[in-house]
């Protein structure tokens, strides 16, 4: 699992700061999280591959998290995509974007499919045999969603030595791993346990942004390896943060402590400030293991 | 007179290449033309203020010329902008933007005016005492102005010496300026042209982007000092050219010579050519004074 930041600053693009974007790899998809204004070009930046991209997930409809996107699917468009692209967004999106399309008698050569959301409820957005999508319903000005991501629980993973022991055949190898016991041409039966070890713990990463504090999250975010939660404000400006329905470093933490989360990524800092420093110090002052979001950082899980 | 290029290169925005939008100066006037994809990021680069920012004319509904439209209005909404603010555009810009400001549920706190265009003829879009702005009906795939900007002929400069050997009354200044012939109080009739100079000849400056080659507009732009043209691809491309209703350098500079316009700024160019001085080549071949607009680049008029 791979987190690519792309963009981690609250309000407008500017030289050197981005508005909301990231990139998660996991089970070879790679999902768009948010898209700022000037998402293409970051991804430009970072050299990521445009024709990998076929899910995206918006949060809320707030300009620093969605206007890269019309660019974006006319980017698709002009580069020939033929595939599909799945767009996860509150109501309202289909229309904006197939409005901004009409205009520009620019319709797309490749299915663009919509999935909008308006549940307050998480919902399951998408599944394969490997992972689940899932929304967050968070507590913004806007309709807004976080996304949790999560690895299923993978094959159990053949003790190479026990089977050759046993002498069992390969065509017993994938009920192995399935978690079947096995009984022997001699009628002797072995337990799985005997045969496997434990597969690997699958991961999870939570997308927490944007939100005020919201305690209603924890329960569903329990124990994820990270989380990322929006930072917008310090304590010291905790009336701000308050009134714009966001969260300060301490909040995010206090968050990630309740819910038991093996990491902690702070961003969407407000551009007040100008050193992002002191959004970790606040934070570890409640939870252990803080990172930073910058523009362009790697998290490697 | 002033002209900024923040970005002239055709499609999507990239790392180096920004999509089209540039900001004249004249007569006190900051006009932003066109904005493509990260124009305000384009704008805090070369630390043009927002706040000088009134007017923005959009020459048409492509994504490359208009989708940092919606950022920009929403930053100034957050810079506590309480300007009015006009854009000038093909109708259903307004529709467009509304919605989006809407979606966000983020109105502006300014006075925001949406001047809606439909005509196929040349229309007066702003006039003050010093100048004009009338738009240039262009062919494109959808429908396209670019806009002419013209300085009015200001007033007689006054020749001072003649001014004082004749003993004149200031209060007679204005009156001379103006054009008037001055009777003194011996009954001595005296033409202006023997109390001024002719004032300095109005400057012009025309935007056409996008179109085809189009000689419609020759009557138009005759003889204006400065004419920008897209020239999207060169000669060897003119079928990729005449399918896109786009235009090549050549076509450019025939329509810059036809005008018998002073200078000739090229621009819009497809990121298809590793370098953008074959354009300047091919236009120098038709029209001798050929300029290549590039991303920063400031022409003084």
Not at 109 to 128: A, R
Not at 153 to 170: F, M, P, S, T, W
Request: aromatic share 10%; proline share 4%; with cysteine.
């Amino acid at each position: 699992m791979k987190l690519q930041i792309l963009g981690c600053y609250a309000a407008t693009p500017r030289t050197l700061t981005n508005p909301t974007s990231q990139v998660l790899e996991i089970k070879n998809h790679m999902f768009l999280i948010d898209c700022g204004e000037g998402t293409q070009v970051q991804l430009r930046k970072h050299k990521i591959k445009f024709s990998r991209i076929n899910h995206i997930f918006i949060s809320h409809l707030h300009g620093d998290h969605f206007f890269g996107l019309p660019g974006l699917i006319s980017t698709f468009r002009l580069l020939g995509r033929d595939r599909e692209l799945h767009v996860y967004g509150p109501k309202g999106i289909k229309e904006a974007i197939t409005l901004l399309l009409k205009l520009g008698d620019s319709w797309t050569n490749y299915p663009l499919l919509f999935h909008e959301l308006t549940s307050k409820e998480p919902e399951l957005l998408f599944e394969d045999d490997k992972i689940t999508v899932e929304t967050i319903p968070l507590n913004h000005r806007v309709y807004t969603n976080g996304f949790l991501f999560k690895e299923k629980l993978g094959e159990r993973k053949l003790n190479v030595n026990a089977v050759a022991q046993y002498k069992i055949d390969k065509c017993y190898f994938q009920n192995i791993k399935n978690g079947k016991d096995i009984t022997l041409n001699d009628g002797t039966r072995l337990s799985n346990t005997l045969l496997t070890f434990d597969p690997p713990k699958p991961k999870s990463y939570a997308f927490c942004s944007d939100t005020s504090f919201f305690p209603e999250i924890i329960g569903q975010i329990q124990e994820v390896d990270v989380l990322y939660h929006e930072s917008t404000f310090l304590d010291s400006e905790g009336h701000l943060s308050e009134r714009t329905k966001h969260a300060t470093a301490k909040e995010a933490a206090t968050i990630a402590l309740k819910a038991n989360v093996g990491m902690l990524i702070l961003g969407h800092y407000s551009t007040r400030y100008k050193t992002i420093d002191l959004f970790k110090e606040e934070a570890m002052e409640i939870f252990p293991n803080v990172a930073l979001a910058d523009d362009g950082k790697v998290f490697e899980m």
